[in-house]
Structure formats: C-alpha cells, structure tokens
C-alpha cells in the first residue's frame, strides 16, 4: 500500500475553480491508478476520475465531467484535481486513492490506499 495525502481544498465560491493535489510521501505511484473520491455526510463515497501514472488519458465520472481535469506532475511526484465552475453541491470531503486496476475503475472497493481527504466547501 501506498500512503496517500491530499492537500488544496477549502472555501471558494460558486463558479470558482480549485486545484487540489495526490501526494505519495516516500512512496512512488508508478504502475498504479490514481483515483479521486468525493463524500458528503450521509452519501456513498463516489467516484470522480482516475488516471494511470505512467500513461494514458483520465477517465471521469460524469457528475464532474467537463468542469475537472485530472493531471499528472511528473516532477512533484502528484496528481492534480483540477475542478472549475464549482457548484455548491460539489461541497465534500475529496479523496485520493490507488489501486492496480484501470482508470475506469470506479469501485471504491477496488481501491486500497486512501488518503485522509481534503475538505472542499462551495458557498453560493
């Protein structure tokens, strides 16, 4: 298993962007998937997109689709989450996680190394 921590949420208004990132500290996220999760209180944590670290394009839920873009930065070791046109409904908990299967993986179940998660608050 991989440790994961994600960093960059907080507050921001209705129609503003955020960019959150995935890091692996001491670890290396080669040969592996790199999934994004969202969770509200009360609600099954859901998949938002995913993308191979080596290769390949992202694949994205479509609760997100057209309004976030899943990055890989080769130098800092991350993964980004790039979300713009936030909706107050997109307010949740967003989580990293890796697994060994394909980015169309979107059981969480599949995934076995998560991070703490990162709060994102959209006000409207």
């Known amino acids: 298993q991989v440790q994961l921590e994600e960093s960059g949420g907080g507050l921001v208004q209705a129609g503003g962007s955020l960019r959150l990132s995935c890091a692996a500290p001491?670890?290396?996220?080669?040969?592996?998937?790199i999934g994004w999760f969202r969770q509200t209180p009360g609600k099954e944590r859901e998949f938002v997109g995913a993308v191979i670290w080596d290769a390949g394009n992202p694949y994205y839920a479509d609760i997100l689709k057209g309004r976030v873009t899943i990055s890989r930065d080769y130098v800092q070791n991350k993964v980004h989450l790039q979300m713009n046109s936030l909706k107050p409904e997109d307010t949740a908990i967003y989580y990293c996680a890796t697994t060994r299967y394909g980015p169309t993986t979107t059981s969480r179940d599949r995934y076995n190394s998560w991070g703490q998660g990162t709060q994102v608050t959209v006000s409207s």
């Open positions: 001491g670890g290396v996220f080669n040969s592996l998937t």
